[in-house]
């Protein structure tokens, strides 16, 4: 069965940086896209950024500058730098994919529990 497992997440000072982890577990055939979400108190999810299989990103306007997301292929694992923090990007960070779960079929949706992040100003 696939998960997604989220790491890396805390509490930080405002100025500070973090590093998210993102590992997907199970048998897996490939992974097309990574993203990661968030959600702070009373607000709805956001898509933060995304990666695809080609190398494309997308961001959104808040983080443009201050977060990379990235992967490691050989390890089904994505990454969020996250550096120059604010206090208004507290909120939980949910890992999302899309992957094969089989060789012949088409790609699924998967989240991640999420992993609370944490800016003191």
């Known amino acids: 069965q696939v998960q997604l497992v989220e790491s890396g997440g805390g509490l930080v000072r405002a100025g500070g940086s973090l590093r998210l982890s993102c590992v997907a577990s199970?048998?897996?055939?490939?992974?097309?896209?990574m993203a990661w979400y968030r959600q702070a108190p009373g607000k709805q999810r956001e898509l933060v950024a995304a990666?695809?299989?080609?190398?494309?990103?997308n961001y959104t306007d808040s983080v443009k500058g201050r977060f990379t997301i990235s992967r490691d292929n050989a390890k089904n694992t994505g990454y969020l730098q996250m550096n120059s923090l604010k206090p208004e990007d507290t909120a939980v960070y949910y890992c999302?994919?899309?992957?094969?779960?089989?060789?012949?079929?088409?790609?699924?949706?998967?989240w991640g529990h999420g992993t609370q992040v944490t800016v003191s100003s």
């Open positions: 999302n994919a899309d992957l094969f779960p089989t060789a012949w079929g088409p790609t699924s949706n998967y």
């Open positions: 990666l695809t299989s080609s190398g494309s990103t």
């Open positions: 199970g048998i897996i055939f490939g992974i097309e896209l």
